[in-house]
């Protein structure tokens, strides 16, 4: 997957760009996961040009698989997503409940999940 680091300050995070490749599997998530450790961060940036159709349904049950590898290895994921996208179905649902934790949330705004992501 196509990626940035990004430098503020003396904190780094990970930010995913567009292209072809996409955060389809828990796989993939692992890779994630690894870039962050490679750069020494915990903090994760996606777009919506990075996820499949398959996270947004949750039906299939993508979207839970790949956030709790992020979870489990303790990396905080910012998610800049379309309205569109998030009121999908049940998947809005999720983006409610998981916007009041502290480990994923969804923006509509790239600034705005900079600013969260930085936080603490």
């Not at 599997?25 to 996961?33: C, K, P, T």
């Not at 450790?37 to 947004?56: P, Q």
């Not at 569109?84 to 994923?104: H, P």
Request: charged share 25%; glycine share 6%.
């Amino acid at each position: 997957m196509n990626y940035t680091v990004v430098e503020k300050g003396s904190r780094l995070y990970i930010e995913c760009l567009p292209g072809e490749e996409r955060l389809a599997s828990e796989r993939e998530a692992l890779d994630l996961v690894s870039i962050c450790g490679e750069h020494g961060t915990h903090l994760l940036m996606l777009h919506s040009e990075n996820l499949t159709a398959d996270f947004y349904n949750l039906k299939t049950g993508v979207a839970g698989a790949i956030l709790l590898k992020f979870v489990n290895y303790y990396i905080k994921v910012a998610a800049v997503l379309t309205p569109d996208l998030v009121n999908q179905g049940r998947f809005r649902e999720m983006v409610i409940e998981t916007n009041r934790g502290s480990e994923f949330r969804v923006f509509y705004q790239r600034d705005e999940a900079e600013d969260w992501l930085l936080s603490n």
